[in-house]
Nanobody, 123 residues
């Protein structure tokens, strides 16, 4: 099992900034890719940004130029720096990790989700 713990959400005024963190813990695993997703009330969960172990990144068009995803591989931690926040960024933000891990003697690939952290941007 791999556990993902998010932190850093909160209430901020429009134009402000927040930094989210997600730390992965467990045994006998390596991270293939990690990403941030968000879900606003009444809407489907959507991709915000992803990053691979090789360092490539991908962003939703709605956050390009405002959000930056990064990783500290030594700490198994991923960050999302969110600047110039808008009320439409209000959502629960979820961390996702795509990992390879040993299940007995077999190497398997699995996906995990964090519990989510609330981000609220007031106008």
């Amino acid at each position: 099992q791999v556990q993902l713990v998010e932190s850093g959400g909160g209430l901020v005024q429009a134009g402000g900034s927040l930094r989210l963190s997600c730390t992965a813990s467990g045994s006998r695993f390596s991270i293939i890719a990690m990403g941030w997703y968000r879900q606003a009330p009444g809407k489907q969960r959507e991709l915000v940004a992803t990053t691979t172990s090789g360092g490539s990144t991908n962003y939703a068009d709605s956050v390009k130029g405002r959000f930056t995803i990064s990783r500290d591989n030594a700490k198994n931690t991923m960050y999302l720096q969110m600047n110039s926040l808008k009320p439409e960024d209000t959502a629960v933000y979820y961390c996702n990790a795509d990992v390879s891990q040993y299940s007995g003697e077999y190497l398997v690939r699995r996906g995990y989700w964090g519990q989510g952290t609330q981000v609220t941007v007031s106008s």
